[in-house]
């Protein structure tokens, strides 16, 4: 090949590998028609499958509690083993409310977040002076010592026989808790979209940006005047309230707390949520938490013996076949199926 061939095939490659690469995008809050629909979809469960109105409001309150793992997790790059900690928080503060008298909802909802971010903050102290193996240590130390101490103060906890005999109020002084699971079904989801839209606002916010420039390049963001700590701290923070809310609201919607809420087995739980939604998109947290509930349920139903065999698999599978998970490898396939529409 002569010297005027190579600059022709030169010239016409350019454009070619223009095309391709792309900046990235950066998130500009606007919401996208397929949002709408996902927030639908518990309207229309409601109607066409009422007879799972309770499945569906504790599939939402565990989508929110890993919407809250996913912050620190798919944002921010730090790995936690004892998440349940501020879980089980939320929940004992507000089972502890409605126990001694104090049954409202709201405000039990409120003090939940309150005294789960409190713990929170105190604990973000010591996770951001380590990095990610230090990190998953003291985290799982954390939710391993509240779980025993849990189990020690049976006089107040309950112990491995949970909290019971809560009291709930109506919801805003007129809507019952029904056995049906009707109020805590519209509970979960306002509460659920309350949040959801907060959290959105947040990582779309320059603060979130920071938040993943401190997981794609933590030391070199003080570079930029970044404080990785403070910010680290502050999501932390957050991250613990979500967490708090979700405990408080499942306490409520249940009228019962289990030692379960502060153990290992609900931490780990969560993170198999992310791996099969997937991590650092809000939506793959909810869409992980609903797909290991309802394999959870409907393979429980067909075989409770072995049941997690089938959830091993899946989870495989969706490793091997979906990089980024569920929402991930959707989302590459919409991609790929845009390029070849440019393309031609």
Request: glycine share 14%; hydrophobic share 55%.
């Amino acid at each position: 090949m002569n010297a005027l061939s190579k600059v022709e095939v030169a010239g016409d490659a350019a454009p070619r590998a223009a095309a391709v690469v792309r900046p990235p995008r950066l998130p500009d809050g606007r919401w996208h028609p397929l949002e709408i629909v996902f927030w639908l979809l518990p309207v229309a469960s409601w109607f066409l499958f009422p007879q799972y109105l309770v499945l569906t409001s504790q599939i939402m309150i565990v989508g929110l509690f890993a919407l809250s793992l996913d912050l620190i997790l798919g944002y921010a790059g730090i790995v936690s083993l004892g998440h349940a900690a501020f879980f089980g928080l939320g929940a004992y503060t507000a089972g502890l409310l409605a126990v001694h008298g104090w049954g409202e909802p709201v405000t039990g909802l409120l003090a939940g977040a309150v005294v789960a971010g409190l713990f929170g903050w105190i604990v973000s102290f010591l996770v951001v002076r380590g990095q990610d193996l230090t990190r998953l240590m003291v985290t799982l130390g954390i939710g391993l010592m509240l779980f025993e101490a849990a189990n020690k103060a049976s006089w107040l906890t309950g112990g491995v026989d949970g909290l019971s005999g809560m009291m709930v109020s109506n919801l805003l002084g007129t809507f019952e808790f029904d056995l049906e699971g009707k109020t805590g079904f519209v509970y979960s989801y306002v509460v659920l979209f309350l949040v959801f839209l907060v959290l959105r606002r947040l990582v779309n916010s320059p603060f979130g940006l920071g938040l993943r420039g401190i997981r794609e390049g933590g030391r070199r963001m003080p570079a930029i005047g970044a404080d990785v700590n403070s910010r680290l701290r502050a999501i932390f923070t957050v991250v613990a309230v979500v967490a708090g809310i979700a405990g408080a609201l499942l306490a409520q919607t249940t009228q019962f707390v289990g030692l379960d809420m502060l153990g290992f087995p609900r931490s780990a739980e969560l993170l198999i949520m992310l791996v099969l939604g997937c991590t650092g998109r809000l939506y793959g947290a909810l869409i992980g938490a609903a797909v290991f509930m309802i394999a959870q349920d409907k393979i429980a139903g067909i075989n409770p013996t072995y049941w997690q065999f089938w959830i091993g698999l899946l989870l495989v599978c969706i490793v091997m076949f979906a990089k980024g998970g569920i929402v991930g490898g959707f989302a590459n396939l919409l991609e790929r199926m845009r390029e070849r529409k440019e393309n031609k």
